[in-house]
T-cell receptor, first 113, second 119 residues
Framework: GENVEQHPSTLSVQEGDSAVIKCTYS??????FPWYKQELGKRPQLIID?????GEKKDQRIAVTLNKTAKHFSLHITETQPEDSAVYFCAANLPGTASKLTFGTGTRLQVTL | GAVVSQHPSRVICKSGTSVKIECRSL??????MFWYRQFPKQSLMLMATSNEGSKATYEQGVEKDKFLINHASLTLSTLTVTSAHPEDSSFYIC?????FGQGASYEQYFGPGTRLTVT
């Protein structure tokens, strides 16, 4: 099955700085890589996703890059704001299994003033 | 957008009792739903894949006789925690894909979660 590793586990940045979270996956057949933001006690919310036929995707302050050869993908948040503080999870799907997702271990991002 | 609801949002039960959690896709049909469990400060762990009209598929280490899943319609899946014990206390979250929506989207829509506390 798929194994997803995520680093760092905690990340503290000052408001306005950039934050980068990295994930690696094990199954080269995975072709969908979403990123979720989860606030305490709430459901995970999709913030951006990328498919394997694309190397980079951007949505305002958020971007994701994918390196299929190295089997890693990264989340980039620029101009961080206090409301970006949350736990972020990466995930990878497993094709042929109704696209069930394997999640990374999560990164707690703290944006300080 | 696609909306998934869960009921109840919180439940407290006594050890040895059973608890049923409902997951509904409100504005789309889902032949497949997923059930996750999340312990405090941990990641989401997939428990099982719920298939409409057929048996659920359980992940390794998840007891199918303890966590009963029924997916009787294209908009409803239920998870019943039987003979619950304190170690079953957790945040249970379901998700569903809008498989019939535009572009065969891979996106999964999550329910708001159910916090189960077993005393």
């Amino acid at each position: 099955g798929e194994n997803v590793e995520q680093h760092p586990s905690t990340l503290s940045v000052q408001e306005g700085d950039s934050a980068v979270i990295k994930c690696t996956y094990s199954d080269s057949a995975s072709n969908y890589f979403p990123w979720y933001k989860q606030e305490l006690g709430k459901r995970p919310q999709l913030i951006i996703d990328i498919r394997s036929n694309v190397g980079e995707k951007k949505d305002q302050r958020i971007a994701v890059t994918l390196n299929k050869t190295a089997k890693h993908f990264s989340l980039h948040i620029t101009e961080t704001q206090p409301e970006d503080s949350a736990v972020y999870f990466c995930a990878a799907n497993l094709p042929g299994t109704a696209s069930k997702l394997t999640f990374g271990t999560g990164t707690r991002l703290q944006v300080t003033l | 957008g696609a909306v998934v609801s869960q009921h109840p949002s919180r439940v407290i039960c006594k050890s040895g009792t059973s608890v049923k959690i409902e997951c509904r896709s409100l504005d789309f049909q889902a032949t497949t739903m997923f059930w996750y469990r999340q312990f405090p400060k941990q990641s989401l762990m997939l428990m099982a894949t719920s298939n409409e009209g057929s048996k659920a598929t359980y992940e390794q280490g998840v007891e199918k006789d303890k966590f009963l899943i029924n997916h009787a319609s294209l908009t409803l899946s239920t998870l019943t925690v039987t003979s619950a014990h304190p170690e079953d206390s957790s945040f249970y979250i379901c998700s569903a894909r809008d498989q019939f929506g535009q572009g065969a989207s891979y996106e999964q829509y999550f329910g708001p979660g159910t916090r189960l506390t077993v005393t």
